[in-house]
């Protein structure tokens, strides 16, 4: 096997593991960004409550018991996607691909058993494992070296660059939204 083909395939193990180092640490900010959500809404919502409570405002009082739904809701739900064991998976998944690209730094160019064994492996880790999205490999090749961001980069800035936009403006909607909730129940 050419030392072309191996380096192609450290190429792909690279990338693979990197993106999944990517998605665990994505996947634990969404846990953390989301558990500060939850006490923040719960605290917001309490507040709220308070001050229907003393102005005896019954619109507040319907927004209150609003967010108190909705939160509720929103904690089931997001308390079942798992974020965590997710991550812990992929972390799991990663520290394999890594064991792979060790291997394959000590492979002879001859060794096209060990070679095919490694490729096998890789399968097998693809095969096992629940694939990143599209943006952590995005911010890999973000993150990445000259030498592998050539040529990829120009393809993919613009889907990297909208995808962190988009994300902030959620979080920005997320944190400002219950604020919202309370001009527009006062104006209307």
């Known amino acids: 096997m050419s030392r072309d083909k191996i380096k192609n395939l450290q190429d792909q193990i690279w990338a693979t593991r990197v993106s999944r180092i990517n998605a665990e640490t994505r996947l634990i900010k969404k846990e953390s960004f989301f558990q500060g959500i939850n006490i ?22 319907l927004l209150t018991l609003l967010m108190t739904i909705s939160l509720l809701i929103a904690i089931l739900y997001l308390n079942g996607q798992k974020f965590l064991n997710n991550a812990k998976e992929y972390k799991k998944n990663y520290t394999e691909l890594h064991k792979l690209q060790l291997q394959l730094e000590h492979v002879s160019d001859g060794d096209a058993k060990l070679i095919k ?4 492996s890789y399968c097998k880790l693809l095969n ?11 911010c890999t090749v973000y993150q ?18 909208w995808g962190s936009v988009w994300r902030f403006m959620i979080k920005f909607m997320i944190i400002i939204l219950p604020f919202l909730l309370l ?3 006062e104006v209307v």
């Open 144 to 161: 990445s070296n000259d030498y592998y961001k050539i040529g990829r980069w120009k393809n993919i800035r613009f889907k990297y660059y």
């Open 128 to 138: 096992n494992s629940e694939n990143h999205i599209s943006y952590d490999y995005y």
């Open 183 to 185: 001009v527009v129940s």
């Open 117 to 120: 064994e490694i490729e096998d």
């Open 40 to 61: 923040y809404y719960s605290c917001f919502t309490i507040i709220v409550s308070i001050f229907s409570l003393i102005n005896k405002d019954d619109k507040l009082s």
